[in-house]
Structures are given as C-alpha cells and as structure tokens.
C-alpha cells in the first residue's frame, strides 16, 4: 500500500477541506492507495451524513465503500480533474493516480463520475 507522502489535507477554496500536493506529482504517478469499508445500501440511505464520502465500488451503484485515508477528502472537478482512482478488487484497494503533473500546492481532483483515466 503507498500512504499519502506527497499530499496533505488542508482547507479548500473548492469546497471544505481537500487534498493537495506537498512536492511535485509527475503524471501517471501513484501518489495513494487506500483500503475501503464496504456498507450496505441500506445504510447509505439511512446515514446522510455517509453520502457525500462513498464511493461505488467498483462502479456498481449497489456497492458502496467508505474509502480510507485521504480517499473520501478529494473534491470533485468535472472540468478539469488532475487525478483519477482505479479500484484494485484483488488487494480491496482504491488507487489515486496523478492524470497530469500536479504542483506543490495544488490541490488534487478527481471527476467523481469518471474514476477512471480516459
């Protein structure tokens, strides 16, 4: 598993807090993998306060996680995201990819609609 050494979570002019780069990201680079709680579409739904942090898992709407580390705090971005996950099934981990070079201090998005690089 890689643990978070490039990145640091912070307030966010986005929205709440969110993740940033502390040094450099070069594309393609792993900067985490987070392990995931999976829960119950039941408790989704019963829990509000759970549906701005769960993901699908891997895309299926009837699979939520919980992921762990900084994987529940990356905001959203729909225009220009500089990162990615990709779900690892075989070793229950969500993988943070950086899909362009991300500068100390810039802050990490993900499109929450597409994981996946394109």
């Given amino acids: 598993m890689i643990p978070p050494s490039k990145l640091e979570v912070k307030d966010s002019p986005i929205s709440g807090r969110g ?12 900067v985490e ?5 999976p829960i119950t579409l039941a408790d989704y739904k019963a829990l509000e306060n759970l549906q701005s942090i769960v993901h699908n898992f891997p895309t299926n709407k009837k699979n939520c996680v ?3 580390g900084y994987g529940s705090i990356y905001n959203h971005s729909s225009g220009s ?14 993988r943070f990819i950086a899909l362009t070079d991300i500068s100390a201090g810039q802050e990490a998005l993900v499109d929450y609609k597409k994981p996946d690089a394109p």
Avoid: K, R
Wanted: proline letters at 3%.
């Fill in 19 to 30: 993740v940033f780069a502390t040094e450099d990201i070069i594309e393609g680079e792993v």
């Fill in 33 to 37: 993998e987070c392990h995931f709680l």
């Fill in 66 to 68: 919980v992921v762990l």
């Fill in 81 to 94: 995201p500089n990162a990615y996950w990709e779900t690892d099934e075989e070793n229950n981990l969500f």
